[in-house]
């Protein structure tokens, strides 16, 4: 999650790209609007330190192609302060109050995107 990213994470990224331009030019051609919505991983919430490299590029790489960038970084490190939000040690995905904070922040952040 750190630069320098290693010559295996820049040509994950450089196909994951390949692959999000694909998305984007699918969506245009069909009149849909797509939104990527970056999910941070376990440290980059409860960590106040740890690198946000990897979002910050997503964010610059969809802001270059026009595509609408939701980052849930802030509400779950704001409400990660409170409560646990994952099912760590078990797994790292969202329990249900990560799912709570996951469903508001996108809400917000579409909301945001459709002014309203």
């Given at each position: 999650?750190?630069?320098?990213f290693?010559?295996?994470?820049?040509?994950?990224l450089?196909?994951?790209?390949?692959?999000?331009?694909?998305?984007?030019?699918?969506c245009?051609?069909?009149?849909?609007?797509?939104v990527?919505?970056?999910?941070?991983?376990?440290?980059?919430?409860?960590?106040?330190?740890?690198?946000?490299?990897?979002?910050?590029l997503?964010g610059?790489?969809?802001?270059?192609?026009?595509?609408?960038?939701?980052?849930?970084?802030?509400a779950?490190?704001?409400?990660?302060?409170a409560?646990?939000?994952?099912?760590?040690?078990v797994?790292?995905?969202?329990?249900?109050?990560?799912?709570?904070?996951?469903?508001?922040a996108?809400d917000?952040?579409l909301r945001?995107?459709?002014?309203?």
């Amino acid at each position: 999650l750190d630069e320098p990213f290693s010559a295996e994470v820049n040509e994950i990224l450089t196909r994951y790209l390949a692959i999000l331009d694909r998305m984007s030019r699918d969506c245009d051609e069909r009149g849909a609007r797509l939104v990527f919505v970056y999910f941070p991983a376990y440290s980059q919430v409860y960590d106040r330190g740890a690198s946000l490299a990897i979002r910050d590029l997503l964010g610059r790489e969809c802001a270059a192609r026009s595509i609408a960038f939701i980052d849930l970084t802030e509400a779950f490190r704001r409400e990660g302060s409170a409560q646990v939000l994952h099912l760590a040690p078990v797994d790292f995905h969202p329990n249900p109050a990560g799912n709570r904070v996951m469903a508001g922040a996108v809400d917000d952040g579409l909301r945001g995107l459709l002014g309203g």
